[in-house]
């Protein structure tokens, strides 16, 4: 079982409509929760954090983390074709200093 | 704002060579990370270090080795460069405490894509 898994995708949805992007994980003891976003031919760059149990919200988008369901997930309102990108998902597990375990991604593709 | 700056971001050398990847960061993080992407693969870990000349393997350090004389500076070193080792290489860093708890972001520089003849 993988680390972090994330469903390849490719998600397409039309300009306006919310994406939702999924994430689980497999180790309990994790804590820390990353989203990042990564453009093509461009390096991952941080969205949103969290590690508390329940939604978290940044402008267009909100981070959902259920604990008991190891899993997190992103939404993006209102999508906009510049949110055309790979969304990376990457967890801290609880016996790690530092070190992030990452899913492979999901492509989103928000057309016009 | 963070910034790790990788000294190349197009590379090309030969089978055999000895390859020298250099990163930088600038906000004296202690946590320093260099990863490939392949197309499907996704992120891959190679090595890591938690402070200066100490390091940890990654998933795939076989071909790999990594130096970190000075905080701030990590170096990936391909031994002897082979065409699988053709792909997008990212260095990043972390501080082992942020300002907010343990959250600890990674930040990334904009990679060197470097191909193997």
């Known amino acids: 079982q993988k680390e972090v898994e994330q469903n390849s995708g490719p998600l397409s949805v039309p300009e306006g409509a919310i994406a939702s992007l999924n994430c689980t994980y497999s180790?309990?003891?994790?804590?820390?929760f990353f989203w990042y976003r990564q453009y093509s031919g461009k390096s991952p760059e941080l969205i949103m954090f969290i590690y508390s149990n329940g939604d978290k919200e940044d402008g267009r988008f909100t981070a959902q983390l259920n604990k008991a369901s190891q899993y997190v997930s992103l939404l993006i309102r209102d999508s906009q074709p510049s949110d055309s990108a790979t969304y990376l998902c990457a967890v801290r597990r609880g016996s790690t200093l530092g070190r992030l375990y990452f899913g492979r991604g999901t492509q989103l593709t928000v057309w016009p | 704002d963070v910034k790790v700056t990788q000294s190349s971001r197009y590379l090309v050398k030969r089978t055999g060579e000895k390859v020298f990847l250099e990163c930088v960061q600038d906000m004296d993080h202690e946590n320093m990370f260099w990863y490939r992407q392949d197309p499907g693969l996704g992120l891959r870990l190679i090595y890591f270090?938690?402070?200066?000349?100490?390091?940890e393997k990654g998933d795939i350090p076989e071909g790999y080795s990594v130096s970190r004389e000075k905080k701030e500076r990590f170096s990936l070193i391909l031994e002897s460069a082979s065409t699988n080792q053709t792909s997008m290489y990212l260095c990043a860093s972390s501080s082992l405490r942020d300002l907010l708890g343990s959250n600890q972001p990674q930040h990334f520089g904009d990679g060197t894509r470097l191909s193997i003849l």
């Open positions: 270090s938690y402070d200066v000349k100490m390091k």
């Open positions: 180790d309990r003891g994790s804590q820390s």
